[in-house]
């Protein structure tokens, strides 16, 4: 029994792994809808306004994990919670950033 629980534990994921491959896939589509978003040619009162409707499904999956990892670590779910949300919103902010950098020089993100 104590063999079968240690195997399963070496063999999940860890907390921060988890972190890591929600937060790539959370920028990568957030970089994916910044690139469709410019070659729209979309103001950046319009790309502001939607940002938070994109990702969605990315976007939870990060929360979540973002929010296992404090738990694992001890926070409450409350603060747990709240770094989760503040971190998703430094990426919508940052990514609201480049757009209007991107849109006032009429360029485009490298690939």
Do not use: W
Not at 31 to 43: N, Y
Not at 57 to 65: G, L
Not at 71 to 81: E, L, P, V
């Amino acid at each position: 029994m104590l063999i079968t629980t240690l195997l399963l534990a070496v063999a999940a994921p860890s907390p921060a792994a988890d972190v890591g491959s929600t937060r790539a896939a959370f920028t990568k589509c957030l970089r994916a809808d910044l690139k469709k978003s410019l070659e729209a040619k979309k103001s950046p009162a319009d790309y502001e306004g939607a940002i938070k409707t994109i990702c969605q499904a990315e976007r939870d999956a990060f929360r979540n994990a973002v929010i296992a990892l404090d738990r694992a670590s001890g926070d409450s779910q409350a603060d747990a919670a709240e770094d989760a949300d503040m971190q998703i919103n430094d990426y919508h902010d940052n990514f609201i950033g480049q757009f209007k950098d991107y849109s006032e020089s009429n360029t485009m993100p490298a690939d």
